[in-house]
């Protein structure tokens, strides 16, 4: 759901840039990258 809410704003851009096209391709986790992640710092 999260996703799909990212999804969206992507395809609108910012007030300034115009998006043409994006391309969503979702498949199954399969572990390739188990160290991944996010991390939030605040600047």
Do not use: C
Not at 11 to 21: L, N, Q, S, T
Not at 23 to 41: A, C, D
């Amino acid at each position: 759901k999260q996703l799909e809410k990212l999804i969206g704003y992507l395809k609108v851009g910012p007030p300034i840039a115009e998006v043409d096209k994006v391309v969503v391709s979702w498949s199954e986790y399969t572990g390739n990258y188990p160290r991944f992640s996010i991390r939030y710092t605040n600047i």
